[in-house]
């Protein structure tokens, strides 16, 4: 049991994160945005987001289960996902290149089965440990909760699947091998659990991986991300190239210029990241179609959602 000194330390910290976050909700609040700028889609990034102390509180981990559970929950059109390819050759939900980042494990997903992986436990540091007790999930199980959500709303929510390829425990030179297997994989899993094709966003940073998915996964929209400002006129090109259906922009990368010069060539454009109200306000200024915002509840108060 907890000494009561313990329990009062945790109860007055629990008190200083919770007075922050109203604090920090109340001073951000403001105008809503033109309704010229309302017709975006808001989809949750990885979930609800990351780890964040405000703006919002958010103690669950990025692609976690909960974490999904909860951006829908708000309202939200649908979540960006983090997947990637077990050593057995299984869809797993994870962000980060390592599990020494953020749960109790060790090495890539690329070295440890499924079975393994989903033993794992997130670890978040404080205060976020308090709140959560998530581990690693399959895109399987995903997919059999949305299922049955669907069943019991009427609505499948749009599934923007953010593929992680490059193997940071590769050997050197071989850092995408295993993206064929994860696209065969990926459509497996997508064609057993029936997922509606116009409800799917598959984007990776690897344009050699378009035909892939476009072979194992016909019909499902495809994108190239773009993260770093030097990459967008080859990212926009590359997506010409290959004819796939939209773009997935940085939200330092994206201006008002160059989303019409997207739009213009006949791509849609989806941006990632914002916090802030003025961050995102920024975004919504450059007209996107969908955002995928790591602060659900400011995109849906500015939207007047």
Same mark, same amino acid.
């Given at each position: 049991? =907890?000494? @009561?000194?313990?329990?009062?330390? +945790?109860? /007055? $910290? /629990?008190?200083?994160? /919770?007075?922050?976050?109203?604090? +920090? ?14 017709? %975006? !889609? ?22 976690? !289960? ?12 649908? %979540? ?25 494990? &060790? ?13 794992? &436990?997130? &670890?978040?540091? +404080?205060?976020?440990? +308090? ?11 995903? !997919?059999?909760?949305?299922? @049955?959500? #669907? ?12 593929? &992680? ?7 050197? $030179?071989?850092?995408?091998? *295993? ?15 029936? %997922? ?22 016909? $019909?499902?929209? =495809? ?9 967008? #006129? ?5 997506? @010409?190239?290959? #004819? ?19 739009? #213009?060539? $006949? /791509? ?12 995102? @306000? *920024? ?19 500015? =939207?007047?959602?």
């Amino acid at each position: 049991m =907890l000494s @009561r000194k313990k329990k009062l330390s +945790w109860g /007055l $910290g /629990l008190l200083v994160v /919770l007075s922050l976050v109203v604090a +920090w909700q109340w001073l951000s609040a403001g105008e809503k945005v033109p309704p010229v700028e309302r017709q %975006v !889609l808001v989809v949750g990034h990885a979930g609800s987001g990351f780890f964040t102390p405000i703006n919002p509180f958010n103690p669950l981990p990025p692609s976690s !289960l909960r974490g999904i559970a909860h951006a829908l929950d708000q309202g939200v059109d649908g %979540v960006e996902i983090d997947v990637q390819l077990s050593q057995d050759s299984i869809p797993i939900l994870y962000h980060d290149p390592r599990f020494d980042s953020m749960t109790d494990g &060790h090495g890539c997903v690329s070295e440890l089965p499924a079975a393994a992986i989903t033993a794992l &436990h997130y &670890h978040g540091g +404080w205060p976020y440990d +308090w709140f959560q007790q998530e581990q690693p999930a399959t895109f399987e199980t995903l !997919l059999g909760q949305l299922q @049955r959500r #669907a069943r019991r709303t009427g609505r499948y929510p749009l599934l923007h699947l953010d593929l &992680h390829e490059h193997d940071d425990c590769a050997p050197e $030179g071989q850092a995408y091998r *295993r993206s064929p297997a994860l696209a065969r994989a990926l459509g497996r899993v997508l064609r057993r659990f029936r %997922v509606p094709a116009d409800r799917l966003l598959i984007l990776t940073d690897h344009p050699q991986t378009l035909p892939l998915l476009r072979a194992a996964v016909p $019909g499902a929209p =495809l994108a190239v991300e773009i993260a770093k400002d030097d990459e967008f #006129a080859k990212g926009v090109q590359a997506a @010409r190239e290959q #004819a796939v259906e939209a773009i997935v922009v940085h939200k330092d990368v994206i201006t008002p210029a160059r989303s019409a010069a997207a739009r #213009a060539a $006949g /791509l849609e454009v989806v941006v990632f990241g914002g916090r802030s109200s003025a961050s995102i @306000r *920024r975004i919504l200024a450059c007209r996107p179609d969908a955002i995928e915002v790591d602060n659900v509840p400011q995109l849906l108060t500015l =939207l007047g959602r």
